[in-house]
T-cell receptor, first 109, second 114 residues
Framework: QQPVQSPQAVILREGEDAVINCSSS?????VHWYRQKHGEAPVFLMI?????EQKGHEKISASFNEKKQQSSLYLTASQLSYSGTYFC??????????FGTGTSLTVIP | ETGVTQTPRHLVMGMTNKKSLKCEQH?????MYWYKQSAKKPLELMFV???????ENNSVPSRFSPECPNSSHLFLHLHTLQPEDSALYLC?????????????FGPGTRLTVL
């Protein structure tokens, strides 16, 4: 039931774009995205709900394909501060909540 | 204090010790969570409390015992732990509205079991 993320790791130069994917084997109710920098706690980026509602930061964009049970996080014009590990979190019915396997993103000058 | 705080930040204990981790949220939320984060593993949800009631227990061994005396405080009581329990333990809170909303995380407690 744990979602699978791809890619596992990516290295970008400043200004480049990246897409991180999150796939579930079960029908999703909502998808969260978080970023965790080394030695720090995860920080919320965005939540996408079944039905199309989204809540999050203006500079972050993501999509939620309910039929394919997938979500993608789009990082455009990457900055050094974008480096970290990105996790998707998925919820189904009830209180179950699962974080994905994580994607390590490194932005270099 | 603001946000979510956790104490202690670091803890080293033997397998026969009993210790407790404390979490406090100052955000007025009504749901609190315990997560375990091991090296090279995803975050694992251990316990969820909504309105002080435990609503989820993901097959966590009984050597971990949660306690939520009110909506602002959450404890994780530890006893007879194993070395494989060494990990970062994260607490989070959110405003539960029939869904898991944005979770705010504390800095975590780095636990080492000898």
């Amino acid at each position: 039931q744990q979602p699978v993320q791809s890619p596992q790791a990516v290295i970008l130069r400043e200004g480049e774009d990246a897409v991180i994917n999150c796939s579930s084997s079960k029908a999703l109710y909502s998808v969260h995205w978080y970023r965790q920098k080394h030695g720090e706690a995860p920080v919320f980026l965005m939540i996408l709900l079944k039905g199309g509602e989204q809540k999050g930061h203006e500079k972050i964009s993501a999509s939620f394909n309910e039929k394919k049970q997938q979500s993608s996080l789009y990082l455009t014009a990457s900055q050094l501060s974008y480096s970290g590990t990105y996790f998707c979190g998925t919820s189904f019915t009830g209180n179950q909540f699962y974080f994905g396997t994580g994607t390590s993103l490194t932005v270099i000058p | 204090e603001t946000g979510v705080t956790q104490t202690p930040r670091h803890l080293v204990m033997g397998m026969t010790n009993k210790k407790s981790l404390k979490c406090e949220q100052h955000l007025g939320h009504n749901a609190m969570y315990w997560y375990k984060q091991s090296a090279k593993k995803p975050l694992e949800l251990m316990f969820v409390y909504n309105f002080k009631e435990q609503t989820e227990n993901n097959s966590v061994p009984s050597r971990f015992s949660p306690e939520c005396p009110n909506s602002s405080h959450l404890f994780l009581h530890l006893h007879t732990l194993q070395p494989e329990d060494s990990a970062l333990y994260l607490c989070a809170s959110s405003q539960w509205t029939r869904i898991h909303n944005e979770q705010f995380f504390g800095p975590g407690t780095r636990l080492t079991v000898l």
